[in-house]
């Protein structure tokens, strides 16, 4: 009785509830996808067209207009719905699984068909949507069907079945075109190739020329080749058997005859002209269809000033090479170096002490040292640089696995930085190491970080209490608050922060570590 009584209260209950279920959709009738039955809206009334599309699986379907570009893309499952403008419309669809037929269908709001299509093999499918006032048709001016007055073009209705070779003594001539297209090939280049199968299926091969050009095949095919060196090659099934190969022109000339596998490539020619095919050689042979970059000489380039120590006779061309000034290297280890130019693309390298001297053309220069070779018991290796004709010397000892520094040659060395307090603008050759700013810093007296020794205002100027960091050793610091306010810097730069009154912690690191670093701060 409890069960029935208890059946009888929820029943009577349900009956008695009067709840309205919420239905979302465009509430609005002036759009082209208002719902009468919804009664919440849903925030996707469409102004424009309005269009519904049905597959039979998974796909991506998006749409492009050639005055819009790209207007909207999103993954169909079985239904979806756009909203999209009422102009000329290309549509790209891709099906995700094409073992079985895909199909689909476009409609428009009021149900009308626009589009539909059916996929087997290929899962790429394009179709067009029209602004119902518009003229779709073929708008390429090579297609036979071209049509001027098209203002919505659909490639895919282009048809070029007119195009072809013309002329009848050619031996592509083709009987059904009316307009010639520029194919028609001659005898002597037109080429056969006779390729016999491998266990009963036709071979598959390819071609490729000098220039890199490649046509691809299976089995007997002909092409119409331009003049140059050819490479047949075979791959696909039973790539270690033999199959036989003609290869003859449509005069009747033969190119090659015998058999080839895989392993070996056959070669061919038609009016082959072999030659170098770069325009910066000395022999470059434009006339060439033959590429061969191994022919390239460039023996016509090097110095052509007499009284430069590198003067080459020989050469006709100056590659800006030409010596200006020699140098000497000493050091008491061995280790690698080179030197390149920042401004005229020279550069050269060594092992001292194999290579002890170097002469530089003019230019601005950044010089190298890797010192792995040492074996200093303190890993340091000391070393000079001497310019012969004026016996200045760089002297240097380094510590480090490898260091660069800059080398001027008939420059005029200097900071081009134009913040810097030496800035040069005569200089030829930046030195961003030589730049200084010693100069720069608070010139108000009232401001608490105050520099007498500033000419320069580099709008640093504290006005809260001003805070100097002092580190013993190389490295960097960092401050930071609760409040997000942080700063950072590193020895004998940046070596303070401007802060309001608060807490605040302070972090620093060794360039190197050390057991006695340490970091102090200083009010005022």
């Known amino acids: 009785m409890k069960t029935i009584l208890s059946s009888i209260f929820i029943f009577c209950a349900l009956l008695g ?57 999103q993954v169909v499952d079985q239904s979806a719905y756009f909203c999209v403008p009422y102009t000329c419309l290309s549509a790209n669809l891709q099906a995700y699984d094409t073992m079985i037929p895909f199909t ?15 996929m087997f093999e290929n899962d790429y499918d394009y179709f067009v949507l029209n602004n119902p006032d518009a003229t779709t048709g073929c708008a390429d001016p090579q297609a036979c069907n071209y049509e001027p007055s098209v203002t919505c073009y659909d490639l895919t209705s282009c048809d070029y079945s007119c195009l ?11 009987p059904n075109a009316t307009l010639s297209d520029g194919s028609c090939c001659s005898a002597e280049n037109f080429i056969q190739f006779q390729v016999g199968d491998v266990d009963g299926q036709p071979v598959d091969w390819y071609i490729v020329n000098s220039a890199g050009w490649s046509y691809v095949a299976r089995g007997d095919s002909s092409f119409c080749l331009p003049d140059g060196c050819y490479t047949f090659y075979r791959y696909g ?12 022109n449509y005069a009747g000339l033969v190119l090659y005859e015998g058999s080839t596998s895989a392993q070996f490539p056959v070669s061919f020619n038609l009016a082959a002209i072999t030659g170098c095919p770069d325009g910066s050689a000395c022999n470059y042979n434009p006339q060439a269809n033959c590429l061969d970059w191994n022919l390239c000489d460039y023996s016509c380039f090097g110095c052509t000033n007499p ?48 290579q002890s001297t170097f002469c530089l053309p003019d230019g601005c220069y950044q010089w190298a040292v890797t010192n792995l070779l040492s074996n200093s018991p303190d890993g340091s290796v000391t070393w000079s640089i001497t310019q012969d004709a004026t016996g200045e010397q760089l002297n240097v000892q380094q510590d480090l696995l490898w260091m660069s520094y800059n080398l001027s040659n008939g420059g005029v060395s200097g900071c ?3 913040s810097a307090c030496n800035y040069n603008p005569l200089a030829t050759c930046g030195n961003a190491a030589e730049c200084t700013y010693d100069c720069l810093g608070c010139t108000d007296p009232s401001a608490s970080n105050f520099d007498p020794d500033a000419t320069i205002n580099d709008g640093t100027c504290c006005y809260e209490q001003w805070c100097s960091v002092v580190l013993n050793q190389p490295g960097y610091w960092y401050v930071y608050s609760d409040n997000g306010i942080s700063a950072s810097g ?17 972090v620093g690191y060794p360039n190197e570590p050390s057991l006695d670093f340490s970091v102090q701060v200083f009010l005022g």
Request: hydrophobic fraction near 30%.
């Open 17 to 73: 509830s009067s709840q309205t279920l919420d239905i979302p959709g465009c509430l609005d009738p002036a759009a082209s996808n208002y719902d009468s039955s919804a009664n919440v809206d849903n925030g996707l009334c469409c102004y424009e067209r309005w269009i519904h599309v049905v597959t039979s699986g998974p796909c991506y379907l998006s749409f492009y207009s050639p005055e819009i570009g790209f207007i909207d893309g």
């Open 104 to 118: 689909y269908q476009v409609f428009e709001s009021s149900g009308e068909l626009l589009e539909s299509g059916v």
């Open 164 to 174: 072809g070779c013309t002329d009848a003594s050619a031996p592509n001539y083709n």
């Open 237 to 248: 099934i039973n790539e270690s058997v033999a199959s036989s190969i003609s290869i003859t």
């Open 307 to 354: 009284s430069a120590s590198n003067f080459n006779p020989v050469a006709t061309i100056d590659d800006g090479s030409c010596c200006t000034s020699s140098y000497t290297i000493e050091s008491n280890q061995s280790f690698e170096w080179m030197i390149w130019s920042t401004t005229n693309g020279f550069g050269i390298s060594g092992v001292y002490p194999d």
């Open 416 to 418: 081009l930085n134009p």
């Open 490 to 506: 590193y020895q004998d730069a940046n070596a303070g922060f401007c802060m309001p009154d608060g807490c605040y912690a302070l």
